[in-house]
């Protein structure tokens, strides 16, 4: 079975946008591949973090992940800072990496371009990318567009180590998601709705209270042609509410335009709320019975335990071929 590794960003609490393009595509991979999820804690601090902020929310996202569907029976979920590997092994491949191809990073460039204090960690990130992908062999990196160019990245480096010190790491692909739908910012809604977004009116967070989420859609921009129908050049708002109430229910958007094409957008921001509010509820049933519980403290240790041993043999293996140490000096951790 392939082996598939995935990062969840803690950069803020998820979205109903997040749910429907991102965990809903993570539990198919589940059935399908050897899932490995982490969370990259050490990534976020690549930009400024309010720490009790960060750890909150590192345990509130896995309790989301898991009430969403994730089964921690089926995939290893893990917490990259509590496992030493991913930043020693980072180290090792920088070393092995240019300025040059850094320097080619666009991320990089769109990331910095509007900060003040650019920090050396958010230049050197994508190495520390290839160091999660490439402790664990991964055969396949779930990746967007925006990505790309760091999977490309992890694949250099791993020939490029290969090359000189003999076969060592996997080669990685990219895995390609899927097209799914893509949810937009409820009051800007040629925008994708997004966690890290200011605009809370705009987004529909899995943990806001139902009466919250009510509001949030009843007020959500529309236009004022009074139709439904899908075009989502000319009717964006519509177009968006449609495909959140196709998606929840299980049935195609030309289904939903017929249930309400003689209706006004209020009955219909209604019907909506609705099927947003159940959905969320039964999530959020979820969530309590877990976030407090020891359950999700067993998850991650476990998860610990058999990352932290298969990273630990790669580390070593590496550490050898480059010199470092002494030699047999593994047995130092054993
Ligand atoms: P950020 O603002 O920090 O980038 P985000 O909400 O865009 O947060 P990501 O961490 O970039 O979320 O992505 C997490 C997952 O959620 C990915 O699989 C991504 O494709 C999916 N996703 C994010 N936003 C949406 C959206 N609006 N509609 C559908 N899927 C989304
Ligand atoms: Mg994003």
Same mark, same amino acid.
């Given at each position: 079975?392939?082996?598939?590794?995935?990062?969840?960003?803690?950069?803020?609490?998820?979205?109903?946008?997040?749910?429907?393009?991102?965990?809903?595509?993570?539990?198919?991979?589940?059935?399908?591949?050897?899932?490995?999820?982490?969370?990259?804690? =050490?990534?976020?601090?690549?930009?400024?973090?309010?720490? *009790?902020? =960060?750890?909150?929310?590192?345990?509130?996202?896995?309790?989301?992940?898991?009430?969403?569907?994730?089964?921690? $029976?089926?995939?290893?979920?893990?917490?990259?800072?509590?496992?030493?590997?991913?930043?020693?092994? *980072?180290?090792?491949? @920088?070393?092995?990496?240019?300025?040059?191809?850094?320097?080619?990073?666009?991320?990089?460039?769109?990331?910095?371009?509007?900060?003040?204090?650019?920090?050396?960690?958010?230049?050197?990130?994508?190495?520390?990318?290839?160091?999660?992908?490439?402790?664990?062999?991964? &055969? =396949?990196?779930?990746?967007?567009?925006?990505?790309?160019?760091?999977?490309?990245?992890?694949?250099?480096?791993?020939?490029?180590?290969?090359?000189?010190?003999?076969?060592?790491?996997?080669?990685? @692909?990219?895995?390609?998601?899927?097209?799914?739908?893509?949810?937009?910012?409820?009051?800007?809604?040629?925008?994708?709705?997004?966690?890290?977004?200011? /605009?809370?009116?705009?987004?529909?967070? =899995?943990?806001?209270?139902?009466?919250?989420?009510?509001?949030?859609?009843? *007020?959500?921009?529309? +236009?004022?042609?009074?139709?439904?129908?899908?075009?989502?050049?000319?009717?964006?708002?519509?177009? /968006?509410?449609?495909?959140?109430?196709?998606?929840?229910?299980?049935?195609?958007?030309?289904?939903?335009?017929?249930?309400?094409? +003689?209706?006004?957008?209020?009955?219909? $921001?209604?019907?909506?709320? &609705?099927?947003?509010?159940?959905?969320?509820? /039964?999530?959020? /049933?979820?969530?309590? @019975?877990?976030?407090?519980?020891?359950?999700? &403290?067993?998850?991650?240790?476990?998860?610990?335990?058999?990352?932290? @041993?298969?990273? $630990?043999? $790669?580390?070593?293996?590496?550490?050898?071929?480059?010199?470092?140490?002494?030699?047999?000096?593994?047995?130092?951790?054993?």
């Amino acid at each position: 079975m392939k082996r598939v590794l995935t990062g969840l960003q803690p950069s803020g609490e998820l979205t109903l946008g997040n749910y429907i393009g991102g965990i809903r595509q993570l539990i198919k991979y589940q059935d399908d591949y050897e899932l490995f999820v982490f969370v990259p804690d =050490l990534h976020s601090i690549t930009v400024e973090q309010d720490p *009790s902020l =960060l750890k909150e929310r590192i345990r509130k996202n896995i309790a989301l992940y898991i009430a969403s569907g994730l089964n921690p $029976k089926k995939c290893t979920l893990y917490i990259q800072s509590e496992n030493l590997y991913h930043a020693n092994l *980072s180290w090792i491949l @920088e070393c092995h990496s240019y300025m040059g191809e850094m320097s080619r990073m666009t991320q990089f460039k769109e990331k910095s371009a509007s900060k003040k204090n650019v920090s050396c960690g958010l230049f050197t990130y994508p190495i520390l990318m290839a160091a999660d992908i490439l402790l664990y062999d991964a &055969d =396949l990196v779930p990746t967007g567009a925006d990505q790309k160019q760091h999977v490309e990245l992890a694949r250099n480096l791993a020939e490029r180590f290969n090359s000189k010190y003999g076969e060592t790491f996997n080669i990685p @692909e990219p895995l390609i998601p899927e097209i799914g739908a893509r949810i937009k910012d409820l009051q800007e809604p040629t925008k994708k709705m997004s966690k890290s977004s200011t /605009n809370e009116k705009a987004i529909i967070r =899995l943990l806001d209270e139902p009466e919250v989420i009510r509001k949030k859609i009843m *007020s959500a921009v529309t +236009d004022s042609d009074n139709k439904i129908y899908f075009d989502e050049e000319n009717k964006p708002g519509i177009s /968006n509410l449609l495909t959140i109430y196709s998606v929840l229910k299980d049935i195609s958007i030309e289904e939903s335009v017929n249930l309400f094409k +003689d209706s006004n957008y209020g009955t219909f $921001k209604k019907a909506v709320a &609705d099927i947003v509010v159940e959905k969320i509820t /039964n999530l959020q /049933n979820k969530y309590n @019975e877990i976030i407090n519980s020891n359950l999700i &403290d067993e998850i991650l240790d476990e998860g610990y335990k058999k990352t932290n @041993e298969i990273a $630990k043999k $790669k580390y070593y293996e590496v550490k050898e071929k480059v010199g470092l140490g002494r030699t047999d000096n593994i047995r130092l951790y054993q």
